[in-house]
């Protein structure tokens, strides 16, 4: 862009959440742009604290496996896993079950 369309676009991006200025030649933006993309579609997250029995294998590799964890505690009985997930995965957890 000239330099008076780079800076009105600029000016644009500094007052709105939603526009982005991203280079394609030097990839410059693009993280943040990227970082929206990806809240946008995994919609509102919530933090909760998941106490699984050490024979609910499945459901703690399932939500290490979709990278939601923030913290894991051993316990006496199995772990205390701190989960940060949209409702979709919440669902999509509560219906698995675990073979024994």
Known sequence: LDGETRE??????????????????????????LAAVSEAVAGERSE???????????????????????SEANTETGFEICVRWNTTQARQYASLTDST
Not at 14 to 33: I, K, N, Y
Not at 48 to 68: I, N
Request: one cysteine or more; charged letters at 25%.
């Open 8 to 33: 009105a676009c600029h000016n644009r991006a500094a007052r709105r959440d939603d526009v982005f200025l991203v280079s394609a030649l030097t990839g410059e933006g693009l993280s943040p742009l």
């Open 48 to 70: 909760e604290t998941l106490s699984l029995d050490y024979g609910e294998g499945r459901r703690r590799a399932w939500v290490h496996e979709q990278g939601v964890v923030v």
